[in-house]
């Protein structure tokens, strides 16, 4: 029973993010199976970071332990945001490349929310059964944190992916920032997350940072929705 219990706080921001983004797109809802279909793709995500972020460490490009400054900062990029955005990016990519419902800018977000989230409903489950007898408290820290950070890194793929198909003119470092937008975003989130558990004395003031960041974070994914909302209705 307890073990039903860990899943279900682990899978319950995930479906409750999902569906926030599913009622965002109300002109034209993607079929239910395509998102299925975007969501188990983000699931296989997880595992191909792993592939790409463990030689990485294996060769000291990161630290396993980050102790200083820019340990962390190493280990938060090399050993999370570009390993696993640029696997949600292959499976953003596999998934829309002859997609015939992929139709509008919103489509690009939507989708690529449904993977991150994929990615991050594989990850919660694994924090949380590791963690299984603190599991209530490390499953509302990311359902306040961690789950709406993939859900935002998510918008920003999906926001210049879509430019990216629409406006093939567009110019080139929009193509270039639907890998790189979430990279920083992610990286500079975990950096800042690494960096408190390494310098305790002037842990308060980089709390309010990472708070600040987060909610500009959410600020700015809700306006990259509003535009590509617009943008459809022109």
């Given at each position: 029973m307890n073990n039903y219990i860990i899943l279900?706080?682990?899978?319950?921001?995930?479906?409750?993010?999902?569906?926030?983004i599913y009622n965002k797109d109300k002109k034209s809802?993607?079929?239910?199976?395509?998102?299925?279909?975007?969501?188990?793709?983000?699931?296989?995500s997880a595992p191909l970071s792993l592939c790409m972020s463990t030689p990485l460490g294996l060769i000291g490009v990161y630290p396993a332990e980050a102790t200083s400054v820019f340990g962390s900062v190493s280990a938060a990029f090399f050993g999370a945001a570009i390993p696993e955005e640029t696997a949600k990016f292959l499976m953003l990519w596999l998934l829309l490349r002859?997609?015939?419902?992929?139709?509008?800018?919103?489509?690009?977000?939507?989708?690529?929310?449904?993977?991150?989230l994929?990615?991050?409903?594989?990850?919660?489950?694994?924090?949380?059964?590791?963690?299984?007898?603190?599991?209530?408290?490390?499953?509302?820290?990311?359902?306040?944190?961690?789950?709406?950070?993939?859900?935002?890194?998510g918008i920003l793929m999906g926001y210049y992916y879509s430019l990216a198909k629409f406006y093939p003119k567009t110019p080139t470092k929009n193509k270039v920032l639907i890998l790189v937008a979430p990279i920083i975003a992610h990286g500079l989130y975990d950096s800042i997350l690494f960096i408190i558990n390494v310098t305790p004395s002037i842990s308060g003031i980089l709390l309010i940072v990472f708070?600040?960041?987060?909610?500009?974070?959410?600020k700015y994914g809700s306006k990259s929705i509003?535009?590509?909302?617009?943008?459809d209705i022109c």
């Open positions: 279900l706080t682990a899978l319950l921001p995930i479906a409750i993010l999902i569906y926030y809802p993607e079929p239910t199976g395509q998102l299925v279909k975007a969501f188990l793709f983000g699931t296989l002859k997609n015939p419902y992929f139709d509008e800018k919103m489509d690009g977000i939507v989708y690529a929310v449904c993977v991150s994929g990615f991050a409903a594989l990850e919660n489950i694994m924090y949380l059964f590791t963690n299984a007898e603190a599991y209530l408290s490390v499953g509302i820290a990311r359902a306040i944190f961690a789950v709406p950070g993939h859900f935002c890194f708070l600040v960041f987060c909610h500009k974070m959410w509003q535009e590509h909302l617009k943008r």
